[in-house]
């Protein structure tokens, strides 16, 4: 089962500068069966808007994506942070509802951003990656076992921080 870490933004910041460095005393060395759920630093005016989590290495694979599609996701998971369904987003197959997927078409390549909506004060994005499936419409096995990990973990996560007093 994987070991889901929680860290504030400054803790994020010396981990990346760490593994920049190639620092022996890293303090969260990769490994297969570690994700990494971290919550995004709250913006001004984020007052009315859900927080948001990024699972495993979903906030690195988004940034990896060109900068049109990474403004286009952004504000797309704003609208979802403020309690909206936002344009070019459809719901996940598979894992019920409150789970979307978001799609980007740009030049030649195909994107992907799938987040879950549903828990009642925060949003996850639980995985992002450009589409390579050589069967068409179809995604990669891969990614839908990387998703429905993703979830599990969110899940969790979601129970231990959020749970109010008296809930079960």
């Not at 060109?66 to 286009?72: A, G, I, K, M």
């Not at 998971?77 to 197959?93: D, E, F, H, I, M």
């Not at 994107?111 to 990669?140: N, W």
Request: aromatic share 8%.
């Amino acid at each position: 089962m994987p070991l889901n870490l929680i860290l504030d933004y400054p803790q994020l910041c010396r981990v990346r500068a760490a593994r920049a460095r190639g620092a022996e005393a890293n303090p969260l060395p990769r490994h297969p069966e570690i994700s990494i759920t971290r919550p995004a630093p709250k913006a001004p005016g984020a007052a009315d808007r859900k927080p948001l989590h990024w699972v495993g290495s979903s906030m690195d694979a988004l940034r990896d994506m060109p900068e049109e599609v990474r403004r286009d996701f952004g504000r797309r998971l704003n609208l979802a942070q403020r309690g909206r369904l936002p344009p070019g987003t459809k719901s996940w197959q598979g894992l019920g509802a409150g789970v979307f997927e978001m799609l980007r078409e740009y030049d030649t390549d195909a994107y992907r951003a799938v987040y879950a909506a549903r828990f009642g004060d925060a949003i996850y994005v639980l995985h992002a990656f450009q589409k390579k499936s050589p069967k068409g419409k179809r995604t990669d096995t891969r990614d839908i076992k990387a998703i429905e990990e993703a979830l599990r973990g969110a899940e969790a996560h979601y129970r231990a921080t959020y749970r109010r007093e008296g809930e079960h």
